[in-house]
């Protein structure tokens, strides 16, 4: 007899979940990311402890059906990718159908959904991925998912959490880059209970720049906008005199989605050259749009690389837009000096 066998879907999920819910901050980012895909116009998140004690994620999208709610826990379960086509023309922010059952074989889950206005909803109790209940309730339209004592059966995970200040730092920070990228939804970040973060969802950008770095901040940016045959650029790139220390300052989103790209940082350094001193990162916030064949999604499951199929022109045409934004205000002289 063979050694091989297929694992049971139970230790799947819970090798899924090493990968997909490194820490807090991941929950966040999957929770929010589902609610968007959503269409919700309200998101609302609740943090208690770092996300160590309890997170939760409250939006008024399209919420899930009864009769999906159990299924929406299976691996690779999702309503995102119709064909296999599909899978090269990315547009929403999920796809894997892993962030589920990975986050409910690794804490203790409560779903209270509804697809209507009338009321009538459905509501989940998972714990360490085993379904403790699955019922009918009262329940307003989208979805609100709490998720308790996140790595309580994984303690050599949790034992690698580090404290309630820092998880909660790389969550805020989620949150921050989450919001740039969808000025049209209002957010709200709390944790426990204190208000620390909270924008319009007016569409202009702008004012989430203001809601993230200050009203003082969003003053110091300057606009930007650029079309080549490929791409379209646009959002806000900082004076140099708003530089900060670190390179977490850049934000890039790509067809909505935040991603995280070394050679778009470069190439946004590149034209601001000298105008800013060594080790000081300008705060930009860039949105690039793009035909969704142009951009690879599928690098890892956390989502946040990507890869370009013509890399050397984006990042020609995204040196070229933020140089220009700047020469706009003259901060960079047309004729350059011969030294
Ligand atoms: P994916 O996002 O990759 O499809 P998930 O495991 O994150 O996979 O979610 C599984 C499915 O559950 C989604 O495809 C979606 O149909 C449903 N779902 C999850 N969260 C929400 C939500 N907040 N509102 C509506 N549907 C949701
Ligand atoms: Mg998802």
Same mark, same amino acid.
């Given at each position: 007899?063979?050694?091989?066998?297929?694992?049971?879907?139970?230790?799947?999920?819970?090798?899924? &979940?090493? +990968?997909?819910?490194?820490?807090?901050?991941?929950?966040?980012?999957?929770?929010?990311?589902? &609610? %968007?895909?959503?269409? &919700?116009? #309200? /998101?609302? $998140?609740?943090?208690?402890?770092?996300?160590?004690?309890?997170? #939760?994620?409250?939006?008024?999208?399209?919420?899930?059906?009864?009769?999906?709610? +159990?299924?929406a826990f299976y691996r690779h379960?999702?309503?995102?990718?119709? *064909?296999?086509?599909?899978?090269?023309?990315?547009?929403?922010?999920?796809?894997?159908?892993?962030?589920?059952?990975?986050?409910?074989?690794?804490?203790?889950? =409560?779903?209270?959904?509804?697809?209507?206005?009338?009321? &009538?909803?459905?509501?989940?109790?998972? =714990?360490?991925?085993?379904?403790?209940?699955? =019922? *009918?309730?009262?329940?307003?339209?989208?979805?609100?998912?709490?998720?308790?004592?996140?790595?309580?059966?994984?303690?050599?995970?949790?034992?690698?959490? @580090?404290?309630?200040?820092?998880?909660?730092?790389?969550?805020?920070?989620?949150?921050?880059? %989450?919001?740039?990228?969808?000025?049209?939804?209002?957010?709200?970040?709390?944790?426990?209970?204190?208000?620390?973060?909270?924008?319009p969802g007016s569409g202009d950008?702008?004012?989430?720049?203001?809601?993230?770095?200050?009203?003082?901040?969003? @003053?110091?940016?300057?606009?930007?906008?650029?079309?080549?045959?490929?791409?379209?650029?646009?959002?806000?790139?900082?004076?140099?005199? /708003?530089?900060?220390?670190?390179?977490?300052?850049?934000?890039?989103?790509?067809?909505?989605?935040?991603?995280?790209?070394?050679? $778009?940082?470069?190439?946004?350094?590149?034209?601001?050259?000298?105008?800013?001193? /060594?080790?000081?990162?300008?705060?930009?916030?860039?949105?690039?749009?793009?035909?969704?064949?142009?951009?690879?999604?599928?690098?890892?499951?956390?989502?946040?690389?990507?890869?370009?199929? @013509? =890399?050397?022109?984006?990042?020609?045409?995204?040196?070229?837009?933020?140089?220009?934004?700047?020469?706009?205000?003259?901060?960079?002289?047309?004729?350059?000096?011969?030294?």
């Amino acid at each position: 007899m063979g050694k091989i066998r297929v694992l049971d879907e139970h230790i799947a999920n819970q090798i899924a &979940a090493g +990968e997909v819910v490194e820490r807090p901050a991941s929950v966040v980012k999957e929770l929010v990311e589902n &609610a %968007i895909d959503a269409k &919700a116009t #309200r /998101i609302d $998140v609740y943090i208690g402890e770092g996300g160590l004690e309890s997170i #939760r994620v409250q939006d008024n999208g399209l919420g899930i059906a009864a009769e999906d709610c +159990e299924t929406a826990f299976y691996r690779h379960a999702t309503s995102k990718l119709a *064909d296999d086509r599909d899978l090269y023309q990315i547009t929403s922010l999920g796809f894997r159908g892993e962030a589920l059952p990975s986050i409910a074989a690794v804490s203790k889950v =409560e779903l209270l959904t509804s697809v209507t206005d009338d009321g &009538a909803g459905r509501r989940l109790i998972i =714990e360490g991925g085993t379904l403790k209940s699955n =019922e *009918d309730d009262a329940a307003p339209r989208g979805t609100d998912f709490r998720v308790n004592a996140l790595f309580y059966n994984t303690p050599a995970r949790l034992k690698y959490m @580090k404290t309630v200040q820092t998880e909660l730092g790389h969550i805020s920070d989620m949150m921050y880059r %989450i919001s740039l990228a969808h000025p049209e939804i209002a957010f709200t970040l709390r944790h426990n209970n204190n208000l620390l973060l909270q924008t319009p969802g007016s569409g202009d950008m702008l004012q989430v720049i203001a809601a993230v770095y200050g009203t003082s901040a969003a @003053k110091m940016v300057l606009p930007i906008n650029s079309d080549s045959l490929d791409y379209r650029i646009d959002g806000f790139i900082g004076r140099p005199e /708003i530089a900060r220390a670190n390179r977490n300052a850049m934000s890039v989103i790509v067809n909505g989605r935040y991603v995280k790209n070394y050679a $778009v940082n470069q190439a946004i350094l590149r034209a601001y050259h000298t105008l800013l001193p /060594i080790n000081r990162y300008p705060l930009t916030v860039l949105r690039l749009e793009m035909h969704p064949s142009l951009v690879d999604v599928n690098v890892h499951p956390a989502k946040m690389e990507v890869r370009f199929s @013509k =890399e050397p022109e984006l990042m020609q045409f995204v040196e070229e837009a933020v140089r220009q934004a700047l020469r706009r205000e003259i901060l960079i002289p047309h004729v350059t000096k011969q030294t």
